[in-house]
């Protein structure tokens, strides 16, 4: 009765992932299918009269905007991880006066609509005259990776043993030498992690893209892959190609760091 109940179980998981993986695969075909062919009824499950025309409109016409996405992805790893790995060291070692309150406010932070971020950055940025910049897509999606990355290290660093770092201490290391020799190295899941997180927002995020970068060579693949369905509504398998293309280096991140990830999101979840 057990292995019937587990074959059972099985399946249905198979079904629901196949079902949850399905658009992927249409995103897929298309992308590999003639102009021709694209309104055959039935539609071809394979793209058997297969084309590359659309992963060369991708080159000729995407790539700007994916090195855009991807400068604006590390900047956006590298800006929240210096200042969220201090914060949480500070939170979860140091405590200071009034953390558990900052932790709240962290908390709420996240529950803010990134639509009413985008409208304040919009004035801000407005006024200081860095509209349609990497640099300012970077520190809007800094706001959203930020406390994010601070609850993760907080919860990762809260499990160092304080006797590590106070033998650190007792060989003469100051709080700054700790925290790079020490909680730094121990703490690369939790590092891991945040990246992994904050350049998937980065790279996938529309709203602060569609706010603060309407236009140029210079706008990320999210307003790239719009703006291309504006002008070419009819070429679906460009439009396809390039999603593909921008999933690659999120599909590759995740596979690569999943390990980590899975280490860095449960740390702190059960106490010994």
């Known amino acids: 009765m057990t292995g019937r109940t587990t074959w059972w179980k099985t399946g249905v998981g198979l079904v629901l992932t196949a079902l949850m993986l399905f658009p ?3 995103m897929i075909n298309v992308s590999f299918t003639r102009d021709q062919d694209m309104r055959k009824d039935p539609p071809d499950w394979f793209p058997f009269h297969g084309t590359v025309e659309g992963y060369r409109a991708v080159i000729d016409q995407q790539l700007p905007y994916l090195g855009t996405s991807l400068l604006i992805g590390l900047g956006t790893v590298a800006l929240t991880v210096v200042l969220a790995a201090p914060a949480g060291y500070s939170l979860a070692k140091l405590r200071p006066r009034g953390g558990g309150a900052l932790s709240f406010v962290l908390l709420i932070a996240q529950m803010i609509p990134g639509i009413i971020m985008a409208m304040g950055f919009y004035a ?3 006024s200081l005259g860095v509209l349609n910049s990497p640099v300012g897509l970077v520190v809007a999606d800094s706001t959203i990776a930020v406390p994010f990355g ?3 290290f907080t919860a990762f660093m809260s499990g160092i043993p304080d006797e590590l770092l106070q033998a650190a201490r007792i060989d003469g290391a100051g709080r700054f030498r700790v925290f790079w020799s020490i909680v730094l190295p121990v703490s690369r899941n939790a590092i891991v992690t945040v990246s992994l997180f904050a350049f998937l927002w980065a790279w996938s995020d529309f709203i602060f893209a569609g706010t603060l970068d ?3 060579d210079r706008r990320p693949i999210t307003l ?8 070419n509504n ?7 190609a390039t999603a ?3 999933s690659i280096p999120a599909t590759v991140l995740l596979i690569v760091a999943q390990r980590y990830v899975a280490a860095g999101v449960t740390a702190g979840a059960v106490k010994d």
């Not at 790239?224 to 002008?231: E, K, V």
């Not at 009819?234 to 396809?240: G, R, T």
């Open 224 to 231: 790239g892959i719009y703006h291309y369905i504006g002008n």
């Open 150 to 152: 601070v609850l993760i």
């Open 234 to 240: 009819q070429q679906w398998n460009a439009i396809m």
């Open 214 to 216: 309407g236009g140029g």
């Open 124 to 126: 801000i940025y407005l």
């Open 24 to 26: 992927v695969y249409w």
């Open 244 to 246: 593909v293309v921008a």
